[in-house]
């Protein structure tokens, strides 16, 4: 697993998914405290927090937060959005270290998927039972394996935007999933448009892993997490054949 996968697409991350609702997802995630949580936590833990996008959300809530991601330049946009008094630590999301408990742990946008092997995805969620309080909520997110076989696959695209002074940004995106091993290839290629009217470009290469339902359920189990459900979207919705993406709640054990 590797983090420098992040290097050209950082700072252009947000702008390529500003159709990103991050306060809906932050007002499902709240709702998970309401409906499974014994009281509503005050610490958070971001895992995988990228650029911060969700850690300021929550922060804003009035939670106190923890935001841990694997890549500098991904918190350095974190960092250049604001800290409002969150911590960010630059940790591999298998290896993190905490002073103590949180009331909750959040990891948004499939960052899981990145983890290529079973053991890591142990790792993780071990790790972060540990530093869960007791009846602690574990909400995570996971593309599905329709995502992988339909949406990536073996398909190209291409995004587009404008950075703040209005100078065109595009992503190329190439796709290789092996069904064999259920790891997906991503091959980036970024286009800045400079003040001249030239362009940069930037490349790099990043993977995920499709898990399957099984899989991630019975990894919960062993960390010593209690799966609370799993939704297909931020209305608590049952998943389907179709789903793209796969919410889970879990509550630690303890």
Known sequence: ??????????EVYDKLNKDIDYAAWADMIEECF???GKEKPELLLDLACGTGRMTRELATRGY??????GSYDMLGEAYSGGTDGILYLCQDMREFELYGTVGATVCCLDSLNYLLENKDLD?????????SDPDALFIFDVNSP???ENIYGDNAYVLEDEDDE????????QNFYDRETRVCDFYLSVFSEDEDGSYFRADE???ERCY????LCDSLERAGFELIGIYSDYKFSTPTETSERWYFVARAKK
């Open 1 to 10: 697993m590797s983090y420098d996968g992040y290097s050209a697409i950082a």
């Open 146 to 148: 329709y995502k992988f």
């Open 205 to 207: 290469q990043q993977k």
């Open 123 to 131: 790792k993780t969620f071990s790790l972060v039972h540990n530093y």
């Open 166 to 173: 209005g100078r065109a940004i595009y992503c190329g995106w």
């Open 34 to 36: 309401s409906r499974f």
């Open 64 to 69: 106190d937060m923890i935001g841990i991601d």
């Open 212 to 215: 399957t339902e099984r899989e």
